[in-house]
């Protein structure tokens, strides 16, 4: 079945640590998205990609960056985790920016 | 700043009955909307999309308007069952916005009593 696979699908993490959250689709989406959901904040996203090669900041981008080697992959990775990183990681992709957005099944991430 | 508000934030309905989500925005100038419904522990799903120049957009027992003027949409669910327990989000793209240009609403949590 076509969509988005994220993993892992959970993770404990020590403050401190590097962490890298994976995102794979296989629609050939060109726009890639990554959002943190957190309650009582509604989901903010972090960064963005229009097609391959090019990434933009979002709302909430300190603490984590993104790469986009390729129109499949979008990782988002963590260098130095903070318990403020705790939240739900969810993945998305459209087929053209303003297209209907696919998500992916999230990441619960626990900086401890 | 975009802001997208839900109203009710919660809600119990038993089943059978139709019933109205409302969404909310502040600033007109949007290129589409769209509804999504997320189920525990999942990722959001898409349901409708409305561009700006459309009035409704309708999926089976869904039905999505946009007042794009009024800044407001609402999401109609006829004959509600069970299954349809979600919370529902809304979210809006500004115009000429690209991929950074959505803002989300913080949902209604959905319950249909059996």
């Known amino acids: 079945i076509a969509g988005i696979t994220q993993a892992p699908t959970s993770q404990i993490l020590a403050a401190g640590r590097r962490m890298t959250l994976r995102c794979t689709q296989d629609?050939?989406?060109?726009?890639m998205y990554w959002y943190r959901q957190d309650l009582g904040l509604g989901l903010r996203l972090i960064h963005y990609?229009?097609?391959?090669?090019?990434?933009g900041k979002g709302e909430v981008p300190d603490g984590y960056s993104v790469s986009r080697a390729n129109t499949d992959d979008f990782p988002l990775t963590l260098a130095s985790a903070v318990p403020s990183q705790t939240s739900v990681y969810f993945c998305?992709?459209?087929?053209?920016?303003?297209?209907?957005?696919?998500f992916g099944n999230g990441t619960r991430l626990t900086v401890t | 700043k975009q802001e997208v508000t839900q109203i009710p934030a919660a809600l119990s309905v038993p089943e059978g009955e139709n019933l109205v989500l409302n969404c909310s925005f502040t600033?007109?100038?949007?290129?589409?909307l769209q509804w999504f419904r997320q189920d525990p522990g999942k990722g959001l799903t898409s349901l409708l999309l409305i561009q700006s120049s459309q009035r409704e957009q309708t999926s089976g027992r869904l039905n999505a308007s946009l007042d794009k003027s009024s800044g407001r949409s609402t999401l109609y669910i006829a004959a509600s069952q069970p299954g349809d327990s979600a919370t529902y989000l809304c979210a809006v793209s500004r115009s000429g916005g690209g991929a950074d240009g959505l803002t989300f609403g913080k949902g209604t949590h959905l319950i249909i009593q059996p």
């Open positions: 629609m050939r989406h060109n726009a």
């Open positions: 998305a992709s459209s087929e053209q920016a303003n297209s209907p957005l696919h």
């Open positions: 990609s229009n097609t391959a090669g090019t990434t």
């Open positions: 600033d007109s100038a949007i290129y589409n």
